[in-house]
C-alpha cells in the first residue's frame, strides 16, 4: 500500500553515511507488499459468498485479508523509517510538515477517487444531479464521513477502515523514529505498554507500525547478520515456519471459536487478539526475507515489483468487482458457469484478480504517481 521509495548514497544526516555506497531500492519488499495485496483479493472473493464452507475456513488461514493488512501495517513502519533511521535525519518541524505533506498526496488522491466511484455506482439509482444534491444537502449516505476516514464509516469501501488506520499511524511514525533512537529497548518498552492500556486507549496497530521501525532500525544486523553461526539464524527457516505453524493452529480455532479459557487468555489477560498476533508473525516473515539472498533476489524479479507498485491500486479496486459479482451473482453464474457453483467461484476469482490488476494499473500510472510527484515537488518547495 505503499510507496517504497529509493535510498540514494548520498545523505544529509550523519556524516559517516557520506561513505556508504549506492544502496539498491528495496524491490523485494514491494514483491511482499503485491503478494499481500493479491491475498487480500483471494480473501475477500472466499469471504463473499463460500465463507461459509469448512474447504473455505481452511483456505482463508493461508489467505487470510486480515493478516495480510498486518503485514501491510508492518512494512509502512519499516520503508518510512528505514532512510530516516540509516541517514540519521534529523526530524524537525520542517521534516514534520513535508513528510505528513507527502503521506497525503501519496494516499489521499486515489482512495478519494474510487470513494467518488463507489458512491456513485452503489446510488446510482437516485440519478446522478439528485445524489449530489442530496449529498450536499443533507448528506444521508455518509459521503463525507467516509472520504475524510471518519471512524465507523466505511460503509461503500469496507477496506477503508485501514486507511484509517494507515493514515493515522503513518502520521506517528516520526514519533516513533524518536523513541526507537533513544534506544530499541524503550521502544519495546512503549509498544508493550501500549497493549498493557489495551484497545480502547491505544490503537493496537502501533504496534504492528513499531515492529516495522525495530526491523528498520536493525536492517543491517538482519540482511548481513554479525555472527551468522548462532542456532537461530542457521535454523530460522524452521522457527520461522514452526511460528507460522502454530498461528494458524491458533488461527484454526479463531475460525471455529476458542475455547473460553484459552479466549480470556488471549483477549482480556495478554491483550493479544489475531490482529496483534499477526502483526508479530508479519514481521518474522519480513525479517526471514531480508536476511535470504535467495529470497530477496526471488523477490526483485520484474513480475513482484509490478505487483508492488500497482498494489496500492488493487487493493482500492478489487472491492467494486466483487460488489458488483455480488449483487448479480445468481444471473451472473447462470450465464457464465451454468449454474456450477464451484466453475463460477473460479471465473469470479480470476476475473476479479485481472480486472484489479487492470485498474491498480491505470490507478498507479494517472492517479498515483502523478500526485505523488506534485507532493513531492510541494514538499521540496517547503524545505527551502
Same mark, same amino acid.
Given at each position: ?78 520503508? #518510512? ?40 455506482? #452503489? ?39 485501514? #486507511? ?46 513499531? #515492529? ?173
Amino acid at each position: 500500500m505503499l510507496d517504497l521509495p529509493s535510498i540514494p548514497g548520498q545523505t544529509l544526516g550523519n556524516p559517516s553515511t557520506l561513505m556508504r555506497p549506492p544502496t539498491e531500492r528495496l524491490s523485494y519488499l514491494d514483491a511482499v507488499r503485491g503478494l499481500a495485496a493479491i491475498f487480500v483479493v483471494i480473501s475477500h472473493v472466499i469471504a463473499s459468498h463460500w465463507h461459509w464452507m469448512d474447504e473455505a475456513k481452511l483456505a482463508l488461514m493461508v489467505f487470510n485479508g486480515n493478516d495480510a493488512v498486518c503485514l501491510f501495517f508492518v512494512l509502512s513502519g519499516l520503508v #518510512l523509517s528505514h532512510k530516516v533511521l540509516r541517514d540519521g535525519t534529523p526530524i524537525t518541524a520542517n521534516y514534520y510538515q513535508r513528510f505528513a505533506l507527502e503521506r497525503m498526496f501519496r494516499l489521499y488522491p486515489a482512495f478519494l477517487l474510487m470513494i467518488f466511484i463507489y458512491y456513485v455506482y #452503489l446510488h446510482h439509482a437516485a440519478g446522478f444531479g439528485n445524489l449530489w444534491r442530496e449529498t450536499l444537502l443533507h448528506n444521508p449516505h455518509f459521503f463525507w464521513e467516509e472520504a475524510m476516514l471518519v471512524r465507523g464509516h466505511h460503509d461503500h469501501f469496507f477496506p477503508g477502515w485501514t #486507511l484509517g488506520v494507515e493514515v493515522a499511524m503513518s502520521l506517528l511514525v516520526p514519533f516513533l523514529i524518536l523513541i526507537a533512537r533513544q534506544g530499541s529497548r524503550l521502544l519495546v518498552f512503549f509498544l508493550a505498554a501500549s497493549l498493557f492500556a489495551g484497545w480502547f486507549y491505544v490503537s493496537q496497530f502501533i504496534v504492528h507500525f513499531g #515492529l516495522g521501525i525495530l526491523l528498520a532500525k536493525h536492517f543491517d544486523q538482519i540482511q548481513r547478520p554479525a555472527q551468522p553461526e548462532k542456532w537461530w539464524f542457521r535454523h530460522r527457516l524452521p522457527l520461522l515456519l514452526a511460528v507460522v505453524l502454530g498461528y494458524m493452529v491458533v488461527h484454526y480455532y479463531l475460525t471455529y471459536d476458542l475455547p473460553k479459557a484459552l479466549n480470556d487468555l488471549l483477549y482480556s489477560i495478554l491483550q493479544l487478539n489475531d490482529y496483534t498476533l499477526a502483526g508479530f508473525i508479519a514481521a518474522a516473515i519480513i525479517a526471514y526475507v531480508i536476511s535470504s539472498p535467495g529470497l530477496r533476489n526471488f523477490f526483485s524479479m520484474p513480475f513482484f515489483n509490478f505487483l508492488g507498485k500497482i498494489s496500492y491500486g488493487v487493493y482500492l479496486s478489487h472491492w467494486l468487482f466483487t460488489t458488483y459479482t455480488m449483487a448479480n451473482f445468481e444471473a451472473l453464474k447462470s450465464q457464465f458457469a451454468g449454474g456450477d457453483e464451484l466453475v463460477f467461484f473460479f471465473q469470479f476469482l480470476a476475473a476479479t484478480l485481472l480486472l484489479s490488476i487492470l485498474s491498480g494499473l491505470a490507478l498507479y500510472h494517472f492517479v498515483e504517481m502523478p500526485f505523488i510527484k506534485l507532493g513531492k515537488k510541494l514538499a521540496a518547495k517547503m524545505a527551502n
